[in-house]
T-cell receptor
Framework: QQNVQQSPESLIVPEGARTSLNCTFS?????YFWWYRQHSGKAPKALM?????GEKEEGRFTIHLNKASLHFSLHIRDSQPSDSALYLC????????????FGLGTRVSVFP | GPKVLQIPSHQIIDMGQMVTLNCDPV?????FYWYKQILGQQMEFLVN????????KSKLFKDQFSVERPDGSYFTLKIQPTALEDSAVYFC??????????FGPGTRLTVL
């Protein structure tokens, strides 16, 4: 059974700093990897996804995947107060309408 | 962007009664999901649904649970009868065949 763990549990960073979040998974057959962001009381919303080893950048956000290490990460450049939220990583066996396995989340607070 | 709505946002019910949670998915999506999140735990996949049928369900999807989408209206999760351990936030999601699952803001169910 897939086990997804996130670290750290929480993070407080100053505005403008780089934020790094980690996610490990247990099933080496996992194929698709997601980061979701959830502001308080709102719906989780997908930020980025990746399926092949390496790095993918979209604006201030970069995702790294290392399948051999069973690890992926999210990096936020120039963190803004609006980035304060709960960040959830999720893993699936394919990109085709399957249930996602989520981590517990990392709560990020960016102070001005 | 596309939005998933969930009705109601909160529901309080006595143990043993029936409850129906409603989800209004993104209009052109054909795949639907329910997830359950107990306080302090990660969000866990319950079931996904396509073309009138359950495609995949987890061990959390008890016999007391059922899902349907009558005549293309709301996608519903019915619990009958409810138990104390059903108290949780239930998230609905929808997607096309590939790609991002769009989540609703959740329904908080309290079983007394």
């Amino acid at each position: 059974q897939q086990n997804v763990q996130q670290s750290p549990e929480s993070l407080i960073v100053p505005e403008g700093a780089r934020t790094s979040l980690n996610c490990t998974f247990s099933d080496s057959a996992s194929q698709y990897f997601w980061w979701y962001r959830q502001h308080s009381g709102k719906a989780p919303k997908a930020l980025m996804s990746i399926f092949s080893n390496g790095e993918k950048e979209e604006g201030r956000f970069t995702i790294h995947l290392n399948k051999a290490s069973l690890h992926f990460s999210l990096h936020i450049r120039d963190s803004q107060p609006s980035d304060s939220a709960l960040y959830l990583c999720a893993v699936s066996m394919s990109n085709y309408a399957q249930g996602l396995t989520f981590g517990l989340g990392t709560r990020v607070s960016v102070f001005p | 962007g596309p939005k998933v709505l969930q009705i109601p946002s909160h529901q309080i019910i006595d143990m043993g009664q029936m409850v129906t949670l409603n989800c209004d998915p993104v209009s052109n999506h054909l795949y639907f999901y329910w997830y359950k999140q107990i306080l302090g735990q990660q969000m866990e996949f319950l079931v996904n649904f396509y073309n009138g049928k359950v495609m995949e369900k987890s061990k959390l999807f008890k016999d007391q649970f059922s899902v349907e989408r009558p005549d293309g209206s709301y996608f519903t999760l019915k619990i009958q009868p409810t138990a104390l351990e059903d108290s949780a936030v239930y998230f609905c999601a929808s997607s096309s065949y590939r790609g991002e699952q769009f989540f609703g803001p959740g329904t908080r169910l309290t079983v007394l």
